[in-house]
């Protein structure tokens, strides 16, 4: 699959909620994720625009590769997932075969549905709220459309396609520690 992603951040998540339900979108659930980011052995995942990342949610563990991006407007990129049954267990099986952990995002995510858009509430840890809007295609033919889609929805929410953000919450999270801000966003829902 492709997961077609656009990101913006978020200055009044309770606003921005009332947005979303005016605006006809259903809130589906709320869950919190913690995800851990592997460094290969070998190859220099920055370089490759790459990702290997463990998922605990709700009691589901999710091993998932990020291939490198598509479309420099947005985070479109290739997206291959597995569900495992133990998330300790697949850690040290990733740390045996020499893959180190390069950083841990946790997040509390509200989850909606637009039509074929889901759209994230997060509350990432150190980082503050984000809203990420996802569609998920089969194919590199379907990227277009479902970016049209995207960016068609963030208008009417009133963010400009300025505002996007195709960094991940990961990208996002090194470069803060890069330059060692000390902030403690937290966002209020």
Do not use: W
């Not at 099986?93 to 989850?111: D, G, P, S």
């Not at 709220?129 to 009417?156: G, H, M, P, Q, W």
């Not at 919450?169 to 403690?184: D, G, I, P, T, W």
Request: with cysteine; net charge positive; charged share 30%.
């Amino acid at each position: 699959m492709i997961e077609v992603e656009v990101k913006v951040k978020l200055t009044d998540p309770v606003k921005f909620q009332q947005q979303l339900l005016n605006s006809g979108a259903v809130k589906l659930k709320t869950q919190r994720e913690q995800d851990v980011y592997f460094k290969h052995p070998v190859i220099d995942f920055k370089e490759t625009d790459e990702a290997l990342r463990l998922r605990k949610v709700n009691g589901e563990v999710y091993l998932t590769y990020k291939g490198s991006k598509i479309t420099p407007g947005t985070k479109t990129r290739e997206e291959l997932s597995v569900q495992l049954s133990d998330f300790k267990t697949a850690k040290i099986i990733l740390e045996k075969m020499k893959f180190q952990t390069l950083a841990e995002v946790v997040k509390t995510r509200l989850i909606y549905q637009f039509n074929k858009i889901k759209i994230y509430v997060d509350d990432v840890e150190g980082l503050g709220c984000y809203a990420e809007f996802e569609i998920l295609v089969k194919d590199n033919t379907e990227v277009e459309k479902a970016e049209k889609e995207i960016f068609s929805l963030i208008s009417r929410l009133g963010f400009k396609p300025s505002h996007s953000i195709t960094s991940s919450y990961l990208e996002l999270m090194l470069s803060k520690q890069a330059a060692n801000l000390n902030s403690n966003n937290k966002c209020k829902y």
